[in-house]
């Protein structure tokens, strides 16, 4: 059973645009949750993370909004740019800072 | 600060045979996880060592095991490989207690079967 989802496995934005990608998660427990970035024949790359006490966490372009009652959080890429093009993956952790859930990844596309 | 290495980057093995991959983390990094990724699929957690102990374990089978060592490198080991096990398996180190910290990939290691 999957406790984290991206249920949209691709997404496609014109340059300068916003991009928005969603995540769900199913298990209440979970109270730290990451974004990572993927380029192809890289490992992921940590991007923002956010903890559960809050609801937003900004860094430059990249913004973590979480709505604990929803189970839902999303990323925001303002303005996008064809660099940011890679896969997205959301993922979260119990409380004993242990074991990781990932999604099944985003895969971004930002046109020129 | 040097970041997670993992070698080999690429191995391609026949079915039947048996593969061990090494991961080494970030200094200072005492909690290694493994995961593996296919086409299509996230993240699939494999396991996670912390100071030599297995603390966490994924559903896999019995043929994915894994160790820790004192200076906090790490291998997995596939015995009996079969085709299904072609993936990119990737190894992640944090600090592994205290306050929350991210996980830090390395580039992972391309495994083929043939």
């Known amino acids: 059973d999957q406790q984290v989802k991206q249920n949209s496995p691709s997404l496609s934005v014109q340059e300068g645009r916003i991009s928005i990608l969603n995540c769900d998660y199913t298990n209440s427990m979970f109270d730290y949750f990451l974004w990572y970035k993927k380029y192809p024949a890289e490992g992921p790359t940590f991007l923002i993370s956010?903890?559960?006490?809050?609801d937003k966490n900004e860094d430059g372009r990249f913004t973590v909004f979480l709505n604990k009652s929803a189970k839902h959080l999303s990323l925001h890429i303002v303005p996008s740019q064809p660099g940011d093009s890679a896969v997205y993956f959301c993922?979260?952790?119990?409380?004993?800072?242990?074991?990781?859930?990932f999604g099944s990844g985003t895969k971004l596309n930002v046109k020129p | 600060k040097a970041g997670v290495t993992q070698t080999p980057r690429y191995l391609i093995k026949t079915r039947g045979q048996q593969v061990t991959l090494s991961c080494s983390p970030i200094s200072g990094h005492r909690s290694v996880s493994w995961y593996q990724q296919t086409p299509g699929q996230g993240l699939q957690f494999l396991f996670e060592?912390?100071?030599?102990?297995?603390?966490n374990k994924g559903n896999f089978p019995g043929r994915f095991s894994g160790r820790q060592f004192s200076n906090s490198r790490s291998e997995m080991n596939v015995s009996t490989l079969e085709l299904g096990d072609s993936a990119l398996y990737l190894c992640a180190s944090s600090q592994g207690e205290g306050q929350n910290q991210p996980q830090h990939f390395g580039d992972g290691t391309r495994l083929s079967i043939l």
């Open positions: 956010i903890s559960s006490i809050k």
């Open positions: 060592y912390f100071s030599e102990t297995q603390r």
């Open positions: 993922a979260a952790s119990d409380r004993n800072f242990n074991k990781f859930y």
